[in-house]
C-alpha cells in the first residue's frame, strides 16, 4: 500500500523552444516517457517509447 509520500524521479532526455520529452522513475520500478507537444501530453510504457522511437527515426 502506498503512502502518498513516494518521490518520482524525472530526467529531461530532450527540449526545444516548445515541446518537451522527460523520463519518469515510478516508485514501482517502472520507467514512464513522457512527450509535451503544446497542449498535448503523450504518456509511453517502456515498450511503447522504444516503438515511438523506431517510429520517428524512420521518418524521412
Known amino acids: 500500500m502506498s ?3 513516494e518521490q518520482v524521479n524525472t530526467v ?4 526545444s523552444e516548445n515541446y518537451i520529452a522527460w ?3 515510478e ?3 517502472e ?3 513522457h512527450v509535451e507537444l503544446g497542449t498535448v501530453t ?6 511503447e517509447w522504444k516503438e515511438f522511437l523506431f517510429l520517428v527515426s524512420s521518418i524521412d
Open 3 to 5: 503512502n502518498g509520500n
Open 42 to 47: 503523450l504518456h509511453f510504457f517502456e515498450e
Open 12 to 15: 529531461t532526455l530532450g527540449e
Open 31 to 33: 520507467s514512464t516517457y
Open 27 to 29: 516508485p514501482d520500478g
Open 23 to 25: 523520463k519518469a522513475e
